[in-house]
């Protein structure tokens, strides 16, 4: 079984490759995989949750759209993610959960702060083994 999301290094940023059988499990694996950059998976619980609609022209700006929305709530609401559910999913639109709680400096050892999610080499491939893509993030 292969690992939902690895994590590379990019010059002065960072990214991931996020894999999944079907085209949902892709956005929540790359989901998991930008959370667990900013802190360690375990060590959020999933308290509370937020419906998440964004839109795209195509499937990586929509990719590219869910993930900043992440990042937009991190930023506003200083929510951490653990759990991803996509609801309903499009060419152009995508619906969907997020469950986390509040960052909290006692209990969450926070590595970066991710600025966003950048257009540079972003990808989605699909495969015989199902999809793969690949994001950039600006720290």
């Keep these: ?3 939902p999301y690895e994590v590379f290094e990019h010059t002065a940023d960072i990214g991931i490759h996020a894999f999944g059988d079907t085209i949902e499990e892709l956005f929540c694996h790359a989901a998991q995989g930008m ?5 360690v998976p375990e060590q959020v619980r999933v308290m509370t949750s937020r419906q998440i609609s964004v839109e ?3 499937p990586v700006s929509l990719l590219i759209a ?5 990042i937009f709530l991190f930023d506003t609401e200083y929510l951490l993610f653990r759990h991803f ?3 309903a999913i499009t060419e152009t639109q995508v619906k969907g959960r997020a469950g986390g709680e509040p960052y909290d400096a ?5 590595s970066s702060a991710i600025k966003a999610v950048t257009w540079h080499e972003a990808s989605i491939m699909h495969t015989d083994e199902g ?4 994001i950039i993030f600006d720290l």
């Design 1 to 3: 079984m292969r690992k």
């Design 35 to 39: 959370e667990s950059l900013m802190v």
């Design 56 to 58: 795209g022209h195509d």
């Design 66 to 70: 869910w993930l900043n929305e992440l």
């Design 85 to 87: 559910e996509i609801e």
């Design 106 to 110: 006692q209990r969450h050892d926070l």
């Design 131 to 134: 999809y793969r893509a690949r």
